[in-house]
């Protein structure tokens, strides 16, 4: 199924007891949101109101939604590069600044379907009358509505859960390891979600060997309380009316400088995401909280935005200065600026404008990134690399991802493993070096852990068992004897270096073997 048509089937179910003006209450596909709901968690629901043919001009067009809304996402017919804005009207009955609810090529790789566009969608945190303008003409335009309050408004009910509730301790993510200048606090996935955000499917993963930088096009000036409630409203968008697997993003920060695990799958892991078409398999995606084309990034939140990817990259030994080739995804390639397959050039830290057609980050925080590479880089200190491999008929590291349930990009795919005899002795090998010279410095006597990666209830459950430990010896290399059994759909293993006096921690790219593999015992 595609993307469009799970949004399409995911809308049409909702449509069960519709009222007159295009009002649609939410229910069928979307009821179940709640079936694990936490405790006091708020349902979130979607409905659609249909607005028709928006026409181009700065006269804006008002929609009565007929109910409260947080979250707002135009669709429409016509032009992708269509520059649409809604405003909304406030509790005092005054209107809100313009913001752009444009496309701006956060998405899977396939998720843009010929003819109907999607835009970005707005955060508005409670109110039921909006405006809508257009440089060009729409066609078919309707808003998909998020409400996660209630009906109450989301601005609302934080003000009146008082300063109490806001003050509460939000749960941090584990594992904690001590890369870069050592792992930033990051709150759990499960401290904004409640058990209202489950993954469709498990994640896939792949490798970060880049990051992305976002931001979300949500109004600047909300408060903390509400940023909990803005990440369930944008995974519900992504979730149902994108269809996509999850929230798009990876790790998502507010201007408050609190940094959120987002996508399922480990804050450790290449988890890959939805936030940069052609891209994803490659990086990670890294979103500040708001709009950033003339107003500036906050100081609290910038500091955050750099802890994070001194941390990220380095974990998984990528340097935060200059630049890697990547291949764009032939799936992915609709909001690329370079073309299907093509090998393109971007730095190590990147805006998303740097891969694909839109202006994120915006002007004034992709101005910034000039300057933070070499804070990041800095932060990072020193860099090490670990390296897992399985003679020469396992899958080598990076192989065989295919993002959002495409399949792998051609040219990055591995042959396919061969059948595995029973009890078959094999030797898994690698290495860990520190990225401080030409070919990296190997470090010796470091410890090791090879971990095998077991995923549950859809990724929100993420554990690496460890299997075996060693210690690199000369050359920084190591290795280790093992009989691998044939199983269905063999084994995930990586390597992990947990960091030593002098030696960062470092994962490497997980490798897939063709079978389960045991510890063979020592002669």
Not at 83 to 110: C, F, I, K, Q, T
Not at 147 to 176: W, Y
Not at 189 to 198: C, E, F, N, S, V
Not at 505 to 515: C, E, F, I, K, R
Request: include cysteine.
């Amino acid at each position: 199924m595609t993307a469009r048509e799970m949004t399409r089937r995911s809308l049409l179910a909702a449509t069960v007891g519709a009222v007159t003006g295009g009002l649609v209450r939410p229910g069928g596909a979307l009821a179940w949101l709640a079936h694990s709901a936490a405790p006091g968690a708020v349902e979130p629901t979607l409905f659609e109101r249909t607005a028709g043919t928006l026409p181009a001009g700065s006269v804006p067009v008002t929609i009565d939604l007929g109910r409260n809304a947080d979250l707002v996402g135009v669709r429409w017919s016509g032009a992708l590069a269509a520059h649409v804005e809604l405003r909304v009207r406030d509790a005092r009955g005054g209107w809100s600044r313009w913001v752009s609810a444009g496309v701006h090529g956060h998405a899977p790789e396939g998720a843009a379907q010929p003819g109907t566009m999607i835009g970005d969608p707005v955060w508005i945190g409670g109110g039921s009358e909006l405006q809508l303008r257009s440089d060009r003409t729409l066609g078919d335009v309707r808003l998909s509505c998020v409400d996660v309050s209630g009906g109450i408004g989301a601005r609302r009910q934080v003000l009146a859960t008082g300063p109490a509730a806001l003050g509460a301790a939000l749960e941090l993510a584990t594992p904690v390891l001590p890369a870069g200048a050592g792992q930033p606090p990051i709150i759990a996935r499960r401290a904004w979600a409640g058990g209202t955000a489950k993954p469709r499917v498990e994640p896939e993963y792949g490798a970060v060997r880049m990051a992305f930088v976002h931001h979300t096009e949500n109004p600047n000036g909300y408060s903390p309380g509400e940023v909990p409630a803005m990440l369930r409203a944008i995974y519900t968008f992504h979730r149902y009316v994108h269809g996509w697997n999850d929230i798009g993003y990876n790790f998502v920060i507010d201007s408050y400088g609190r940094i959120f695990e987002a996508r399922a799958g480990g804050i450790d892991e290449p988890v890959i995401g939805a936030h940069a078409g052609g891209y994803n398999y490659a990086s990670t995606g890294v979103a500040v909280l708001g709009e950033f084309m003339s107003s500036p990034v906050s100081v609290a939140a910038a500091g955050a935005l750099e802890r994070l990817l001194a941390w990220k990259l380095s974990l998984h030994g990528t340097p935060a200065e200059g630049r890697v080739t990547v291949r764009v995804n032939p799936a992915g390639a609709v909001y690329s600026r370079f073309p299907a397959g093509a090998h393109v050039s971007l730095p190590r830290i990147a805006g998303h404008r740097d891969g694909d057609s839109t202006d994120c980050p915006g002007d004034a925080l992709y101005a910034e990134l000039p300057g933070m590479r070499p804070r990041v880089n800095a932060l990072a200190s020193r860099v090490a690399q670990a390296s897992i491999a399985l003679g020469a008929t396992a899958t080598p590291p990076g192989g065989q991802i295919a993002p959002e349930g495409q399949s792998p990009p051609g040219g990055e795919a591995a042959p396919a493993a061969p059948s595995v005899p029973a009890g078959q002795a094999r030797t898994l090998t690698g290495s860990l070096t520190l990225l401080d010279g030409v070919g990296g410095v190997p470090i010796q006597g470091a410890p090791i852990a090879i971990q095998a990666r077991e995923v549950s209830d859809r990724g929100e459950v993420v554990r690496e068992r460890t299997i075996a430990q060693v210690s690199t010896g000369a050359e920084g290399k190591w290795s280790l004897g093992v009989s691998l059994a044939p199983s269905a759909g063999g084994m995930w293993l990586r390597v992990l270096c947990p960091g030593a006096p002098g030696v960062p921690a470092a994962v490497s790219v997980a490798l897939h073997v063709p079978g389960t593999v045991s510890v063979a015992p020592a002669a």
